[in-house]
């Protein structure tokens, strides 16, 4: 059953409690950023196998690379298509 928050220290406590089959992040959240949540939880050997997806409207290349130091499976930048989301979500979760 998909969970959502907007707000990131609860999303963090929803993955560490839940231990989702995927996460979708925002980068761009008050708080604590995307990036450094994707950082926190593949930084930990429990949570480090849960596929995460980094959704941005920051489509510059050094955003993609700072996507893939913090270990996402997978980066899309907003506006995106529905189905490229989905696609990504099928290989990430076969």
Same mark, same amino acid.
């Given at each position: 059953?998909?969970?959502?928050?907007?707000?990131?220290? !609860?999303?963090?406590?929803?993955?560490?409690?839940?231990? =989702?089959?995927?996460?979708?992040? +925002?980068?761009?959240? =008050?708080?604590?950023?995307?990036?450094?949540?994707?950082?926190?939880? *593949?930084?930990?050997?429990?949570? *480090?196998?849960? =596929?995460?997806?980094?959704?941005?409207?920051?489509?510059?290349? *050094?955003?993609? +690379?700072?996507?893939?130091?913090?270990?996402?499976?997978?980066?899309?930048? *907003? =506006?995106?298509?529905?189905?490229?989301?989905?696609?990504? !979500?099928?290989?990430?979760?076969?």
């Amino acid at each position: 059953e998909p969970m959502t928050t907007s707000e990131a220290p !609860i999303g963090l406590e929803i993955a560490m409690t839940q231990s =989702p089959d995927l996460i979708i992040l +925002d980068v761009m959240m =008050p708080i604590i950023n995307g990036y450094n949540i994707c950082r926190l939880l *593949k930084s930990e050997e429990r949570y *480090k196998n849960i =596929p995460i997806i980094l959704l941005t409207s920051r489509s510059e290349d *050094k955003d993609r +690379d700072i996507g893939e130091e913090v270990g996402a499976d997978g980066y899309i930048a *907003k =506006p995106f298509e529905t189905n490229d989301l989905l696609d990504n !979500i099928r290989r990430l979760l076969n």
